[in-house]
Structure formats: C-alpha cells, structure tokens
C-alpha cells in the first residue's frame, strides 16, 4: 500500500523550533519529488516547500524562507520539515504529499494523514 | 504568484443534482491545474490533473475542464458522500498555490 505518515508535530513556543518527518512506503520515494502542504485551522492549503529526488533542487514559500528546511533521505525514505523561529502563524497540519510525474512541478496525488502543529506560549 | 480564485464560495445543492465549481487564475496557467477534494478531518483526495484527467478511482460523474484561466468541475448527480471543500491548485509556475475552497454543501 502507497503511505505516507507524518510524525513530529506538537506545541511549541513561539521562537521556537520543530522538526516533522514523514515516513514513505509502498512505492520508489527516490523517483519523486516531495512536498510540504499546511492547513491553518478551518483554512484553506498552502504549499510550503517541495524538494527534488537528488535533493539538488528545494523550492520554498515566500513565509518561511530562511525559517524552514525540507530535507530528504532516500535510503531511510524518509523527508523532513525543520522549522525553526515558529511563529503564530506557523500553527496548523502540516501535510507531506507526493508530487506525480517525478517532475517538479505537477499535483500531488499521495498526502499523509497530516501532523499538527501548535505554537503558543 | 499566481493567484487562484474560486467560485462560489459555498454551494448549497440537492442529492441527485448537478454542481458546478469554477476556478479562476490570475495569468495562465495552460492545463496545469489540479482538483482536490477534502472532508472534514481528512487529507485532501486529488480529483484530477492537466485540468481534466481524472486520477484513480475517481468516479465518472466528476468531470474536469477548462484551460488558460477558466476551469470547472462538474458532478452530474451529487451523491451523499460528495459533500465537501474542493480546493483548485496551480502547478504551472512557483509557488504552487491553492483557490480558497468551495464548500458544497447538502441543500
């Protein structure tokens, strides 16, 4: 069976630092690119950052530059989202999902059940 | 960015009945463009991509179109567990982006 599942999420401090991971199974995680998509509670999506399958190429949204890290490993098929200088506005799932095709820019048709993120003081 | 806009907003229908959801993109996007659908407490389902190809195990009666800056998705005879947000996204140019949702809701 293709998964995903998200691990990692929590409350957190504003300023503060997390690392979500997502843990690939049941197809090639090497032959695509990968994504982080979050939802803000009773909002809409918004992608957060993908990266390609040799990890030579990340891209990112404009709200977490030089705040969040995605990151890969093939050999544990696994991905990572670090965050860190957490925000209120950093609070919501956050989703890892697959992006079709093995090219970077296509839909994502695998998503993890989500992992919740919380910061608040 | 490209900016996605949805239409309605929220979509009052009957259980038989047809729906129709618009999306619209601030430049062109060509055929780029993905559906989702979301129910509550769950992760979104991709519905279709290249605007109109339907991904696997999606039902007939959904159907895609559009392309440039207009898109549709079209249910021809709403079922119980077709209730839910469907959200439009980008995939033409960085950022991806999402429209903000379309809430079909049973009449």
């Known amino acids: 069976e293709v998964q995903l599942v998200e691990s990692g999420g929590g409350l957190v401090q504003p300023g503060g630092s997390l690392r979500l991971s997502c843990a690939a199974s049941?197809?090639?995680?090497?032959?695509?690119?990968m994504s982080w998509v979050r939802q803000a509670p009773g909002k809409g999506l918004e992608w957060v950052a993908s990266i390609k399958q040799d990890a030579s190429e990340r891209h990112d949204v404009d709200s977490v530059k030089g705040r969040f890290t995605i990151s890969r490993d093939t050999a544990k098929n696994s991905l990572w989202l670090q965050m860190n200088s957490l925000r209120a506005e950093d609070t919501a799932v956050y989703y890892c999902a697959r992006v079709r095709g093995g090219y970077g820019l296509d839909a994502f048709d695998i998503w993890g059940q989500g992992t919740m993120v919380t910061v608040s003081s | 960015e490209i900016v996605m806009t949805q239409s309605p907003a929220t979509l009052s229908v009957s259980p038989g009945e047809r729906a129709t959801l618009s999306c619209r993109a601030s430049q062109s996007v060509s055929i780029d463009l993905a559906w989702y659908q979301q129910k509550p407490g769950q992760a979104p389902r991709l519905l279709f991509y290249?605007?109109?190809t339907r991904a696997t195990g999606i039902p007939a009666r959904f159907s895609g179109s559009g392309s440039g800056t207009e898109f549709t998705l079209t249910i021809s005879s709403l079922q119980s567990e077709d209730f839910a947000i469907y959200y439009c996204q980008q995939y033409n140019t960085w950022p991806y982006t999402f429209g903000q949702g379309t809430k079909l809701e049973i009449k």
């Open positions: 049941g197809f090639t995680f090497g032959s695509y690119w």
């Open positions: 290249r605007a109109s």
